[in-house]
């Protein structure tokens, strides 16, 4: 009975954090897409938003994804061997995308180049079950990449 009821909590657990990184994907988003339109700049999401339960922002105005999507304007490429972009040319939108790359901190030296900083970020818990167990996963994104380039008081500051 006792592990059960342990599962279950565990299970409660990960959902509401499912339910609350969804809603901070949503926000994140918001805001990115109010600096590229503040900025003049094109928004380029990495990480379709078509691929799987990551759903919740929209395409912008390019998509970069390793595997196919249904955006309109989308390119398969992976971020660690670079990206096709000028520096500081665009604001850069990421959801739940670093937890899957090979070298996640030349990804985002990469990204940083890009965007001139102008970077939104998601990336789930490194403290959840999903962080360590979700197919596909690496070791977890530190959790101040989130802080930094999410949203809210800690964002720009430095990881």
Known sequence: MLPAVALGWLLLGEGCLWLERRDRRRRVWQAACARAEELGRPLVVVGAPDG???A???????????????CPCSVRWDICDGMPLPDDSCVVYVSCVLEYVRDWKGAVAEL??????ELFLVT???????GWMYPGTRL???W???RR???GPERGRAA
Do not use: K, M
Request: glycine share 18%; hydrophobic share 30%.
């Open 56 to 70: 919740g922002y929209g395409c912008g105005d390019v998509t970069i994804d390793i595997a196919p999507s249904a």
């Open 144 to 146: 101040s990449l989130q």
């Open 52 to 54: 799987g339960v990551t």
């Open 112 to 117: 940083e180049r890009v965007s001139g900083g």
């Open 149 to 151: 380039y999410g949203i």
């Open 124 to 130: 789930v818990e490194p403290f959840s079950l999903t």
């Open 140 to 142: 977890p994104v530190p």
